[in-house]
């Protein structure tokens, strides 16, 4: 059990992670061929692991109606959607118009409405978020101040009234500051650290120091 | 003495005229001295360069032009004009293959294939799937290219040209690849394109320079000099070598910590707020008798986020199976949700609680990323977790399940790497793991002296970083006062190509 557990899995890792670091390296044709296949087995197999993640998602309704728990009428109405969209998809084609009419009048007005509320959200989270408690946090409320008054023509009608020598404080000039220089260092540091700490996590994986994925103690 | 007065007056006007003509003919071009083809270094795809000294008389209207032929006797044709003005033919500005040195911003060069592909075309209806046409083209001339719209019907055009093997004409034919029908776009016939074989022909290049424009542009002078190179295969990408170093100094780190801690365990960690209330957010959710929400974020096992969400999982679900406590895992992937129920399955086994594991608790709830958002939204309105861990890569659904969990008073605690997702966190969540400690969340929370090693070793990657910022600042401001090239060295080390 320990083999197919265990040693085949790191087994296949090291080989596909080894292998694949040469690839980047070598500049032959084998080479893009190898990393362009891979690209399309990962694709395959995330393909092919839908049929799971649907069963999962139809049982665990089903377990829902049939215990009739709180809300098991919206897991019918789940139902009869997922069975209605394959139908129309495997029945006209993925171009067709009832697949077509699904997409573009619930999909997409379902995920706008959905993505709408982050407005509200935003207004909600700033509220608690932006009070001057200490130094750091009146630091990131005048930042965010400016940032949202350089953003909207407010931020315009003021620079319109500034001074040609005092334009510089205008507030879309202070944005473009705030944003490309003390902003872009801090994106920049944290991106260096997340790249270091990327190339430490996948060196573990690779060799198997870090199992905790597969499940279980070394 | 008039008659003299008037010759030179009359000889001045004619000479004036020449002048004047002068400008307009290609006898002041000075060709470039020295002309050599080269393989293209670090490329098998059968291309070589061409590379030329810069000409003193480089002008805007003025052209540097590349004949080839399948001989080296000829007949040459015109294949490349290359504008004299255009930065990106500059040597220098490709330091991929030229490097960083100084002497190539004195030279141009140009890219050439030389392969000739033989490509099978096969064009068939799309509704009945019929094939119309399929062809094999290999010969110069033979094309299948420029799509064309029609504006005025919305019609896609596929044009292609090919060699008659009967009567050696090269035909052309055309055909409609999709049309737009109430505004949508219907397709009408599909078209695959496949590469069969690929063979290197041997070419032969003459450079010469033209000046642009006029009424009638005069003939372009030539170098006599014929160059070719034949391409090589090459094993190794000699610009990516900075990369490979860094990448082995960072092995020879990782290393050398780990064989550190495994004698000396204790190795110092800096407190990360967020990974010590990992228990606190626990005993809370227990204490309450409610769930524990987890999310792994928004893309796929195949990303190393995810999978760094997966390791701390695995200590999570240790202590909730210790707590005999419950967790919800709402997955957007199925191969993610896989990997969590097999992670959080064994955390129940070597906790001694196998009874306890509901596999209903970890499932696919929605592929799409607002479905997810709406779906984890409910269940978290529904199911009241005590405890919410959002840890993986997110985006725009990052506020909205924070904010939801903020509104039914869960604690929250939140780890991404997206850095634009970062402040939502930290604005709405209890506790934010920024950037790497989500990488190192599952070194703090286990303690494995092996895992922690690996951690040493990243931080003194950064010192290397640190140390290459600094040193190359100095360097590349000394090198602008002194003017020599040498102190771009560093920069050129640390650029990636």
């Known amino acids: 059990m320990q083999l197919y557990k265990r040693r085949i899995p790191l087994a296949i890792v090291l080989i596909t992670g080894v292998g694949l670091i040469i690839c980047y390296y070598v500049p032959l044709k084998t080479s893009d061929d190898i990393l362009e296949g891979s690209m399309k087995w990962v694709r395959i197999i995330a393909a092919f692991s839908l049929v799971i993640g649907v069963y999962s998602l139809m049982r665990s309704h089903y377990i829902k109606i049939r215990k009739q728990s709180s809300g098991w009428a919206y897991s019918i109405i789940m139902f009869i959607f997922l069975v209605g969209t394959v139908v129309a998809g495997f029945g006209w084609g993925s171009k067709g118009k009832s697949f077509q009419w699904i997409f573009d009048w619930i999909n997409v007005p379902a995920s706008a409405t959905v993505f709408s509320i982050l407005a509200f959200y935003i207004a909600s989270a700033a509220y608690r978020a932006f009070r001057a408690r200490n130094i750091e946090a009146a630091v990131m409320l005048i930042a965010a101040i400016i940032v949202m008054v350089g953003r909207i023509p407010f931020g315009n009608m003021i620079a319109d009234k500034l001074p040609q020598s005092l334009k510089f404080l205008s507030p879309s000039s202070l944005v473009d500051w705030l944003m490309n220089k003390p902003g872009m260092a801090a994106r920049r540091a944290i991106m260096l650290g997340i790249c270091l700490s990327v190339i430490a996590t996948s060196m573990r994986i690779i060799f198997g120091i870090e199992r905790t994925y597969m499940g279980g103690k070394d | ?497």
């Open chain 2, 1 to 497: 003495m008039r008659k003299i007065l008037i010759f030179f007056f009359v000889s001045a006007i004619i000479f004036s005229a020449f002048l004047i003509n002068a400008e307009e003919t290609t006898e002041n071009l000075i060709l470039p001295k020295l002309f050599y083809a080269i393989d293209s270094p670090e490329e098998s795809d059968g291309s070589i360069c061409l590379i030329w000294s810069k000409s003193p008389t480089e002008g805007k209207d003025i052209d540097y032009v590349i004949y080839e032929s399948s001989s080296s006797q000829g007949p040459f044709e015109e294949k490349y004009v290359i504008d004299s003005f255009l930065k990106e033919s500059l040597a220098s500005e490709n330091t991929k293959y030229f490097g960083p040195w100084e002497k190539y911003k004195n030279f141009r060069f140009k890219e050439v294939n030389l392969f000739v592909k033989t490509v099978k075309t096969t064009i068939k209806d799309a509704v009945t799937g019929k094939e119309l046409l399929s062809y094999l083209y290999e010969e110069p001339g033979e094309t299948v290219e420029k799509y064309e719209e029609d504006s005025t019907t919305g019609e896609e055009i596929f044009q292609y040209t090919y060699k008659d093997i009967e009567s050696g004409e090269i035909k052309s034919g055309k055909f409609v690849i999709s049309k737009k029908t109430d505004d949508k776009i219907k397709i009408i016939n599909k078209v695959s394109t496949k590469v069969i074989a690929i063979k290197i022909v041997p070419k032969y290049f003459k450079l010469g320079m033209q000046r642009r424009g006029g009424v009638t542009p005069p003939l372009p002078i030539f170098l006599d000099k014929v160059v070719t190179a034949i391409p090589k295969i090459n094993y190794f990408k000699w610009s990516k070598l900075n990369n490979l170093v860094v990448l082995f100094l960072m092995y020879i780190f990782v290393y050398y910590y780990i064989n550190k801690a495994k004698k000396n365990p204790n190795i110092f960690l800096r407190k990360i707020a967020g990974l010590d209330a990992v228990d606190e957010a626990i005993g809370r959710a227990t204490e309450m008798g409610k769930p524990i929400l987890y999310s792994t974020g928004y893309y796929d096992a195949s990303e190393i986020s995810t999978i760094a969400s997966i390791n701390i999982l695995g200590q999570v679900a240790k202590k909730v199976a210790n707590y005999d406590s419950r967790i919800i895992i709402p997955c957007k992937w199925p191969v993610a949700m896989t990997v969590c129920q097999e992670v959080v399955k064994e955390a129940y086994i070597d906790a001694g609680r196998p009874d306890a594991y509901n596999p209903n608790d970890i499932f696919f709830i929605a592929g799409e990323q607002f479905s997810y958002t709406a779906a984890v939204n409910g269940l978290m309105v529904r199911e009241k977790p005590a405890a919410n861990f959002l840890l993986g890569t997110f985006a725009g659904e990052s506020l909205l399940l924070a904010e939801t969990g903020n509104t039914i008073g869960a604690i929250q605690i939140a780890g991404t790497d997206s850095v634009y997702q970062i402040p939502f966190f930290i604005a709405a969540c209890d506790y934010c793991l920024i950037g790497e400690e989500l990488y190192a969340a599952s070194a703090y929370l286990s303690r494995e002296p092996k895992i922690v090693g690996t951690l040493k070793g990243q931080d003194m990657g950064k010192i290397l970083i640190v140390l290459a910022i600094i040193l190359g600042i100095f360097f590349i401001t000394l090198g602008s006062f002194m003017h020599n090239e040498y102190f771009n060295l560093i920069k050129y080390f640390f650029t990636v190509r």
